[in-house]
T-cell receptor, first 111, second 114 residues
Framework: AQRVTQPEKLLSVFKGAPVELKCNYSYSGSPELFWYVQYSRQRLQLLLRHISRESIKGFTADLNKGETSFHLKKPFAQEEDSAMYYCALSGVTGGGNKLTFGTGTQLKVEL | DSGVTQTPKHLITATGQRVTLRCSPRSGDLSVYWYQQSLDQGLQFLIQ???????AKGNILERFSAQQFPDLHSELNLSSLELGDSALYFCASSTGALSSYTQYFGPGTRLTVL
């Protein structure tokens, strides 16, 4: 079974402070991991996926297979980063695909 | 804008009724997915279609059904609606069927059951 855990429901930081949103996963195969962002319960937007190793809007995430983690980081938080962040694991089920989401972390950036 | 479109944006209906939600994938995408987002259950995968065929099934109730048509648009049918079915229903699409393909989400349909 695949599972994603985001231990923090709410993370509050000041503008300019570093941000780390935690994500741990459980999956027996080789995981495909993603971070999605949702502003005000609108559409989910892809932020990044581990395989591309890109940095989007200053965010990065490194897959640590030993710790089964995929934490999202940003060195300096901006006000526009306030949103809901979901970590997701993509798994193959008999030739198909499904995303298993964590419960999400609400990031609030205060001035 | 991801290129995935969903209609309607909002839907208000009564318990016991039946509704149909529609999704058009991004141009060139063959796979369509449906997800339900509710306050108590979070984001839950419902079902995946690839080029008209069902490929993966999640926590989809028997009262719910879906299909993907030859033009690749998909419909999610919800029947005998209950108060607990009130949620945001998202459609996503991807080029291929497997986990290596990124899913792009539509804006969602907000369903309210009174």
């Amino acid at each position: 079974a695949q599972r994603v855990t985001q231990p923090e429901k709410l993370l509050s930081v000041f503008k300019g402070a570093p941000v780390e949103l935690k994500c741990n996963y459980s999956y027996s195969g080789s995981p495909e991991l993603f971070w999605y962002v949702q502003y005000s319960r609108q559409r989910l937007q892809l932020l990044l996926r581990h395989i591309s190793r890109e940095s989007i809007k200053g965010f990065t995430a490194d897959l640590n297979k030993g710790e089964t983690s995929f934490h999202l980081k940003k060195p300096f938080a901006q006000e526009e980063d306030s949103a809901m962040y979901y970590c997701a694991l993509s798994g193959v089920t008999g030739g198909g695909n499904k995303l298993t989401f964590g419960t999400g972390t609400q990031l609030k950036v205060e001035l | 804008d991801s290129g995935v479109t969903q209609t309607p944006k909002h839907l208000i209906t009564a318990t016991g009724q039946r509704v149909t939600l529609r999704c058009s994938p991004r141009s060139g995408d063959l796979s369509v997915y449906w997800y339900q987002q509710s306050l108590d259950q979070g984001l839950q995968f419902l079902i995946q279609y690839y080029n008209g065929e069902e490929r993966a099934k999640g926590n989809i109730l028997e009262r719910f059904s879906a299909q993907q048509f030859p033009d690749l648009h998909s419909e999610l049918n919800l029947s005998s609606l209950e108060l607990g079915d009130s949620a945001l229903y998202f459609c996503a699409s991807s080029t291929g069927a497997l986990s290596s393909y990124t899913q792009y989400f539509g804006p969602g349909t907000r369903l309210t059951v009174l």
